[in-house]
Each structure stands twice: as structure tokens, then as C-alpha cells.
């Protein structure tokens, strides 16, 4: 469940169709009844048209126990 959280986060960031703004944000989701507490942090690459994206989901908001972690790359179109 926890991955399908991170999953749902990059495909939000994809549908988007612009680069989001480097750093970090923070939010919940529920999946199956389950409050999942996901970060996203945004850094740059050495390409100005590319950015990484680190979604990591926990239990807990502030939890250093990552239950799922994805990290995707976003193009601007």
C-alpha cells in the first residue's frame, strides 16, 4: 500500500506537466483505511530540463522508518 502512495505522489507530479519547485514537501494519503504519510524531495540534475524526485512514505509523520521509497525523473515538456 505504502508504494502505491509514492506511485500516486510521481504520477500527481507527471499529470502536472511542469517542473514543481526544488525542495521539499510533505503530505498523507489514505490507502485501504490506512493513513500513509508520504515527503517529496525535489533536486536538480545536470540537466536544466530534468529534475529527481525522492518520494518516501512512513507510518508516522517525521518517521525516519521509510516504508516505501521511489525516485522518478521529471522532464519539462
Request: glycine share 8%; no cysteine.
Amino acid at each position: 500500500l505504502a508504494g502505491w502512495v509514492a506511485d500516486n505522489r510521481l504520477a500527481e507530479l507527471r499529470a502536472e506537466r511542469r517542473l514543481p519547485p526544488i525542495g521539499e514537501t510533505r503530505g498523507e494519503e489514505t490507502q485501504a483505511g490506512i493513513v500513509f504519510h508520504w515527503q517529496s524531495q525535489v533536486s536538480t540534475t545536470p540537466n536544466p530540463y530534468v529534475e529527481r524526485v525522492e518520494i518516501r512514505v512512513t507510518a508516522a509523520a517525521g518517521s525516519e522508518h521509510a516504508l516505501a521509497v521511489l525516485v522518478g525523473y521529471l522532464v519539462n515538456r
